[in-house]
């Protein structure tokens, strides 16, 4: 059963990673295709993931591979706020690929089966969905960046074909990674506060202190803004973050 599911989503995730790249010839089918195959593809793994949260004898999510799949349904569903809009169309060449190749991964360490799960309570359940939710508002920010840091590079270069693709302007799209970044440390540091009236004693981890580095990382980002560190800088001290994210999510489990 969920091989029946998880393979639509791949190849609905795949197909949009590649369809956007066609976006890049200008607006047009591909950028159709591509916002079809990531609502279908989410749609899909949604219901995996109700499929999985029925049939599971508790938290299903609390493996790293399990972590991974829920992790990339948020990640999607964040993106789908907006990145379907033409302007905002191409955050697709950062994310789509990044969420298939993790799906994929999470579909070879069995976190997509059915019927497994395991006795953590509401708390940690809790706890587990709002950090996984907080790093992939920084997953999408980091898209952000990387649009940014590419998009200014073209435009620098005057690439002739720079205004053939829809994009918002760097200033917009500057501000809107700032306000994801915020939006998400919120939403992490509240997870960190559940996960910590949660924790027993000698339950710190080294994944959690990697953690509390992501948090000042980007508290950093913010308070720098009002120091003048905008655009390239804050796009650099993004993506430095999203590395530090990147430590974290193989390190993740929630299992109580």
Known sequence: MAEFLV??????????????AG????????GRLATWGVRLGWLAQTVLLVGQGLSADGFPWGTWAGA??????????????????????????TVMPLAAVLLALAWAG?????????RSGVALALHAVLMLGGFAGLTLAAGMAALYLWQERRLK????????VRMPPLDALDRLAARTV?????????GIGVGAASFERGDFDAAMAVTLLILATYATLLVMRYEGWRGRRAALLNLTGFALVAVVLPLTHFAG
Do not use: K
Not at 23 to 30: F, Q, V, W
Not at 110 to 118: H, P
């Open 7 to 20: 393979v639509p989503v791949l190849l609905a995730y795949g197909e949009a990673a590649f369809a956007y």
């Open 23 to 30: 976006e890049l010839r200008g607006p047009g089918l591909a």
């Open 68 to 93: 991974l799949n829920l992790f990339v349904w948020l990640v999607v569903g964040a993106y789908l706020i907006w990145g379907c809009t033409p302007r905002f169309r191409l955050l697709g060449l």
């Open 110 to 118: 069995g976190g997509t089966a059915f019927d497994e799960g395991d």
């Open 157 to 164: 270069r005057h690439e002739r074909r720079v205004l053939r």
């Open 182 to 190: 915020l939006g998400a440390l919120a939403v992490l540091t509240l």
